[in-house]
C-alpha cells in the first residue's frame, strides 16, 4: 500500500520562498512517477510538477517554470517542491501524487496515489 505524507505548507509573503516535502511509503517507487499538483478554492486540481524516480527527468507547468524546482531523495524517500518567487495566485492546497510508470503525465486521472495535502497561502 502506497502512502503519501505532505508537509511544509504554510503562510508566506508574496515574493517567498517554501519547500514541500513528500514521504513516500510502502513500495519501491524506482519504476514510479511523483507529480505535485494543487488546487485552490473553487477551481480543480491542476498539474504542477513531476518527475521520475529513476533518473530524475523532470515536467513543470508553464505557470511555474523557473519558479519552482522538483526533486526526490531516494535513500529518504522523499520528493521535494521548492517554490520560490510565490505570488497570491499560487495559494492552494497542494497534493503529492505517485504514478506506477515510468512515463511523465500532467494528467490527474494517471496518478493512482495521492496524499492529504498541504495549504499553501500566499499573502500579497
Known amino acids: 500500500q502506497v502512502q503519501l505524507v505532505e508537509s511544509g505548507g504554510g503562510l508566506v509573503q508574496a515574493g517567498g520562498s517554501l519547500r514541500l516535502s513528500c514521504a513516500a511509503s510502502?513500495?519501491?517507487?524506482?519504476?514510479?512517477?511523483m507529480g505535485w499538483f494543487r488546487q485552490a478554492p473553487g477551481k480543480e486540481r491542476e498539474f504542477v510538477a513531476a518527475i521520475v524516480w529513476c533518473g530524475g527527468t523532470t515536467n513543470y507547468a508553464d505557470s511555474v517554470k523557473g519558479r519552482f524546482t522538483i526533486s526526490r531523495d531516494s535513500a529518504k524517500k522523499t520528493v521535494y517542491l521548492q517554490m520560490s518567487s510565490l505570488q497570491p495566485e499560487d495559494t492552494a492546497v497542494y497534493y503529492c501524487?505517485?504514478?506506477?510508470?515510468?512515463?511523465?503525465?500532467?494528467?490527474?486521472?494517471?496518478?493512482?496515489?495521492w496524499g492529504q495535502g498541504t495549504q499553501v497561502t500566499v499573502a500579497s
Open positions: 501524487a505517485a504514478r506506477g510508470s515510468y512515463y511523465l503525465s500532467q494528467r490527474r486521472q494517471d496518478y493512482g496515489y
Open positions: 510502502g513500495r519501491t517507487f524506482s519504476r514510479y512517477t
